[in-house]
């Protein structure tokens, strides 16, 4: 990895950890909170239940304008999100019904700005793509990775820092950093995602340098994989960093010990709202994405997650992405 990219995100990553220092567990009293440590010590609730009380703005006429005639007309803005529970990005509240986290709260943000209803639907990961597609959803708001192989089909609106994640058992001694750390090693990561991509070239590194490759192993959901975690059946549970931290100071059983950029060894990752190709969209979005970045309710949107770290200062269409070859 190149030394600014290191620095950058182990920096991304530092902040996230110490913006997510767990200081008391959910509190039914209150609704269903988890209160954390800010970076400078203060105590900071994430309100976990389905009274979200969502950060709000306005719709900007002149952006709404730019939004494809149809969807206009529909009055909706059809988001798809992943059905997996992932906090702080996207899962269920306290009611187990009520999606909430950092994604649906951007993607309310963006479908205000475009005069628009969100409506969020969630769905297995590789459905989120079958549906964009087809056309039955408008955009993904679901920590989906801008790739270069991804640009054949879809357009990309950054609107966050895409960090990775290695979550391993607390007090294992474990530090990731490169091919050579997980040589031999039993690792868990979803399919279909780049942190997949990432482990099995990575394996492929370690192989060629002589040592053993990566013993990859694939879960249902979250609570099996971090089940096998905690019974030793796996070493590490590469994912996104924000969850990975958010798991680790939430539990007090796990630990992040080690990240990487989204996007490999040269290019700083990034989240983005995806849509199909060529539909009229991106340009719509991107515009949003910047009118709640310099409005100040992204800002405080990341703030509410504990993401801060990984805010960005503009969103770019279609910015250099995970490259096919990720190293």
């Not at 005639?69 to 990005?89: Q, Y």
């Not at 009520?98 to 943000?109: K, M, N, Q, R």
């Not at 969100?118 to 297995?124: K, R």
């Not at 990034?270 to 539909?279: E, G, N, V």
Request: glycine share 10%.
């Amino acid at each position: 990895m190149s030394t600014s990219i290191t620095r950058r995100t182990t920096a991304a990553a530092l902040g996230l950890t110490a913006a997510l220092v767990l200081a008391a567990c959910s509190n039914p009293d209150d609704g269903g909170t988890t209160e954390v440590a800010a970076a400078k010590g203060a105590g900071t609730k994430i309100n976990l239940s389905p009274d979200q009380r969502r950060i709000t703005t306005d719709k900007v006429d002149s952006i709404a304008a730019e939004v494809p005639l149809k969807i206009r007309k529909r009055g909706t803005l059809e988001i798809v999100d992943s059905s997996g529970s992932a906090a702080p990005l996207t899962f269920y509240a306290t009611d187990n019904k009520t999606i909430i986290g950092v994604e649906p709260d951007i993607a309310h943000l963006v479908a205000e700005v475009l005069g628009l209803k969100p409506h969020i639907s969630t769905v297995s990961w590789e459905n989120i793509f079958v549906g964009l597609d087809s056309s039955k959803y408008d955009v993904g708001f679901s920590n989906i990775t801008d790739t270069e192989e991804r640009k054949e089909k879809y357009d990309f609106a950054g609107y966050r820092e895409d960090n990775l994640g290695f979550e391993a058992r607390k007090g294992s001694g474990l530090k990731v950093t490169g091919p050579k750390d997980v040589a031999g090693k039993t690792v868990a990561v979803s399919s279909g995602t780049n942190q997949e991509k990432l482990l099995i070239e990575w394996s492929r590194e370690a192989v060629k340098a002589g040592l053993k490759p990566v013993n990859i192993k694939y879960y249902q959901n979250a609570g099996d994989t971090y089940l096998a975690l905690q019974s030793g059946r796996i070493d590490l549970y590469l994912g996104p960093n924000p969850t990975a931290a958010y798991h680790a100071a939430t539990t007090g059983k796990t630990e992040v010990v080690g990240t990487y950029s989204g996007a490999g060894a040269t290019l700083q990752g990034l989240i983005a709202a995806t849509t199909k190709k060529d539909s009229g969209l991106v340009k719509p979005l991107a515009d949003a994405l910047n009118e709640i970045i310099h409005n100040g309710t992204y800002a405080k949107v990341l703030k509410r997650w504990g993401l801060s770290s990984e805010a960005v200062t503009k969103s770019e269409i279609n910015p250099p992405g995970l490259p096919r070859t990720n190293k």
